[in-house]
């Protein structure tokens, strides 16, 4: 038996393509395992995942991972790229040779839909009918042999996350010719007259020009960038067809739709059959409580509430651990290398920059088991479901809200999952205020102003404080959602159309390789920006040396680099009560917002860094101005705070942005407002509170 | 009652357990077009499962799936009740 065709010498191309929430991922993970690799595709912010495997001759195989879409007529442009990878239309990315449909066998009828358009594509077609487990557990027996010969391809019924069925998924792809699909949604004869005459003025290199004529006959007037993908004749000649078509009486836009739907009622009249009725689904029966209007409350308040608590509280031991592990390899390196600016470049410029880093990796890792969680389960989409009206009111989409409740532990991974986000401005303005709310980083400045403002004060006091910028940071991201909302980027409220998913059992393994993935997507984005920063932060303020071999190191730090533009920058900031010193902590801010504390050690010449605060807080507190007044009065380090939730002083969300939007423009404008505002804010703190006659 | 015809209604009119059937849409192309692909063509069936605590969105269940679309858009969507 011939295990492949002779004449095809390079591993056969698969592409996985379904709906979301029809188990994708899980088949992708299953067939390659670790044997993956996760990138971008070039020029968008989609994530492209590959992988290889063997088929069941131990051929090679590599299996591309599409995401997730609903139709081939596109809204995200996460869809986009399904789209043109299928129809080969992607520069650099090779057509696939065969297309893996999978398809949620609990909800046959929409997820053949996807499926009936990728049967005109003229590329071979496998389906897997995934999750037969809960389709037959509702009730729904599906006949294999019928929905074989009625969709015209090879069916392979399978429960990806117990790994039933890989065997026969394996053997299906292996086969060594594999057919054209046999059958496809019949069309009215007229708009299939059309298509043909469309298919015609296509260029002669359009490898699937039936499947894009029939997409161009199908666009409504709005979708321009697919139009920019064609010439103007071809166009003007789909326009033309529409007008035939509209004067026939038939909707280009509704007639394709109504013919798929159609053949498929007619595929599922002959597979498929129901047991009606039964009650209450178990999905239901959890819906009952979590979109109720009270216990929906509570158990989405008490989720949250779990989440962060986890977050800030659990993943404070590992945080210490690092801290700790961070400190000896000081020690070993103090140990090992006599002083000089070598042990300081590694100390205070790489291991401070590493460790600042790896230092968030528990909270991001916490974060991304609870989303996995949260996504796995299906309780995602019901969490968008009830936020709904609340982002609606400022013009944002329910899922936006999920980017920005992932800002609080780190913009970074908000910003990085606001790809679900299907409109393009929605998304862009998810983005530019996502970093106002107050992520774990800005925590220790909290801490330390709070302690220096309220040194005597009951706990309570302080937390209520705490709570305070908190609050501050989620009004400003929600005023500013709602303004560029009505300006800059102006557009009507987006469309909620969404699929609520029945709840399921997230697989572990699926989870845990997401959160091992994006681990290393933040270590890699974030890392790397930041380690660069720290280093140069480091000979800002370890260069030029003092004269005096004896100084201090807030001597040393006073004339170096950092120093000298601390007072360059206190013209700047004295409208604010600041001085050159504070001056040198917000630039020392930019690498990392939690390194102010550190660099306010530097520069009030803390003796011994003990990691308690008391220390810095009583210098900071006896810190005088020329003329003998504190330098912090009660309007300097609430101003301060203030200035901490709502600045952009993180690089690495700089970059992050930048990769995300693919241009300088969004994060330039994101930084320049934010600091607009956190000026504008200290601003009307300090001499706001001074009219008023505080201090 | 001897009602000819059935009189359509907007979908957002309808309460919770009250089920129906598409007749048409007052809508934009690229809406219509949406809310076709996810299976709302014209003379399927559907029940209003529910709404979110807050009133709005609104959930149904057609083609033996559920979806959830706002009042702003079902008031698009004409529908004559069973």
Redesign the interface.
């Known amino acids: 038996m011939a295990a492949t065709d002779p004449t095809q010498e390079t591993a056969r191309r698969v592409a996985i393509a379904g709906n979301p929430n029809c188990g994708k991922s899980t088949i992708f993970n299953a067939l390659t395992g670790l044997r993956q690799k996760v990138g971008n595709y070039p020029g968008v912010t989609v994530e492209r995942k590959e992988g290889s495997f063997h088929g069941s001759h131990g051929e090679p195989m590599t299996l591309l991972d599409l995401p997730g879409s609903?139709?081939l007529?596109v809204?995200s442009p996460d869809e986009a790229v399904a789209r043109d990878v299928l129809l080969g239309r992607l520069p650099g990315e090779a057509r696939p040779d065969v297309v893996l449909a999978v398809v949620d066998a609990?909800?046959?009828?929409?997820n053949l839909?996807l499926v009936a358009q990728l049967l005109e594509l003229d590329l071979p077609v496998v389906l897997v009918l995934n999750m037969v487990d809960m389709a037959e557990q509702a009730g729904?027996r599906i006949d294999l042999e019928a929905l074989r010969s009625r969709l015209g391809i090879p069916v392979v019924a399978m429960v990806a996350t117990k790994g039933v069925g890989l065997v026969e998924l394996r053997q299906a792809l292996s086969v060594a010719t594999l057919p054209r699909p046999l059958h496809r949604a019949p069309m009215p004869a007229l708009f299939e007259e059309e298509v043909g005459r469309l298919a015609g003025t296509l260029p002669a290199d359009a490898v699937a020009a039936r499947a894009e004529a029939m997409l161009l006959l199908?666009l409504?007037?709005?979708?321009l960038d697919e139009l920019a993908h064609h010439s103007p004749e071809v166009v003007e000649a789909a326009r033309a067809a529409q007008h035939r078509l509209r004067d026939a009486e038939i909707d280009p836009?509704?007639a394709p739709?109504?013919a798929r739907?159609f053949w498929i009622q007619t595929v599922c009249d002959a597979a498929v059959a129901?047991a009606e009725g039964g009650g209450l689904s178990f999905?239901?029966k959890m819906?009952l409580v979590f979109?109720?209007?009270v216990w929906?409350?509570l158990s989405f308040l008490g989720t949250m509430a779990l989440m962060f608590f986890c977050i800030f509280w659990v993943a404070q031991g590992p945080m210490d651990w690092i801290d700790d592990l961070f400190g000896w390899l000081r020690g070993v390196v103090e140990g090992r290398l006599p002083e000089s600016d070598l042990r300081s470049l590694i100390n205070d410029g790489v291991l401070a920059g590493v460790g600042g880093v790896v230092k968030f990796l528990p909270q991001i890792l916490i974060l991304y088991f609870f989303l996995g969680l949260l996504e796995d389960s299906g309780y995602m989409?019901r969490a968008a479901?009830?936020m709904?009206?609340?982002m609606?009111r400022v013009g944002l989409h329910?899922k936006s809200f999920i980017p920005l409740l992932s800002s609080f532990a780190c913009a970074i991974p908000g910003i990085m999952a606001t790809r679900t986000i299907e409109n393009r401005k929605d998304r862009l303005v998810t983005i530019l205020v996502a970093p106002l709310m107050s992520c774990s980083a800005r925590v220790p400045v909290y801490t330390l102003m709070i302690a220096v403002l309220l040194p005597a004060s009951a706990l309570w006091q302080k937390v209520a404080l705490m709570l305070a910028m908190y609050l501050l940071g989620v009004g400003a991201a929600f005023g500013m959602a709602w303004l560029f909302k009505k300006t800059l980027l102006r557009s009507e409220t987006p469309?909620?159309?969404?699929?609520?998913?029945?709840y399921r059992w997230p697989s572990p393994r699926s989870i845990a390789l997401r959160m091992w993935e994006r681990a290393l997507l933040f270590l890699r984005r974030a890392g790397t920006v930041i380690l660069a920063l720290s280093v140069l932060l480091w000979a800002l303020a370890t260069y030029p040396k003092p004269a005096d071999p004896q100084a201090t190191r807030a001597e040393a730090i006073a004339q170096s680099f950092a120093g000298r533009m601390g007072h360059a920058l206190e013209p700047a900031i004295r409208p604010l009560g600041y001085d050159w010193k504070i001056g040198i902590g917000l630039i020392g801010s930019f690498a990392a917002r939690e390194v102010f504390v550190g660099t306010m050690g530097i520069v009030y010449n803390l003796e011994q860094e003990t990691g308690d605060i008391e220390p810095l807080r009583d210098l900071m507190q006896a810190e005088k101005r020329a003329d003998g007044t504190p330098v912090y009065t009660p309007l300097v380090c609430l101003g301060l705070m203030v200035f901490y939730v709502l600045a952009m002083q993180c690089v690495s969300t700089v970059a992050v942005v930048y990769r995300e939007t693919n241009s300088w423009r969004w994060p330039l404008f994101q930084t320049a407002y934010m600091t607009v505002l956190a000026y504008g804010g200290a601003l009307i703190v300090y001499q706001g509170g001074r009219m008023l006659g505080w201090q | 009652m001897t009602a000819p015809a059935p009189a359509s209604e907007a979908l957002s009119g309808f309460g919770v357990g009250e089920r129906g059937k598409v007749a048409g849409f007052a809508l934009e192309p690229e809406q219509r077009q949406r809310l076709l692909e996810m299976g709302l063509t014209v003379g399927v069936q559907f029940e209003v499962v529910r709404f979110a605590p807050m009133g709005d969105p609104m959930e149904i269940k057609l083609r033996g799936y559920h979806l959830s679309l706002r009042k702003k858009e079902a008031a698009g969507v004409q529908v004559v009740r069973i």
């Not at chain 1, 409504?220 to 979708?223: M, S, Y």
């Not at chain 1, 469309?495 to 029945?502: I, Q, S, T, V």
Request: hydrophobic fraction near 30%; glycine fraction near 10%; charged fraction near 25%.
């Open positions: 609903y139709s007529q809204r609990s909800n046959l009828e929409r839909y729904t199908g409504h007037g709005g979708a836009v509704s739709v109504d739907y129901k999905s239901d819906d979109t109720h209007r929906g409350w989409a479901f009830i709904d009206r609340m609606s329910g469309m909620l159309l969404m699929e609520m998913p029945p």
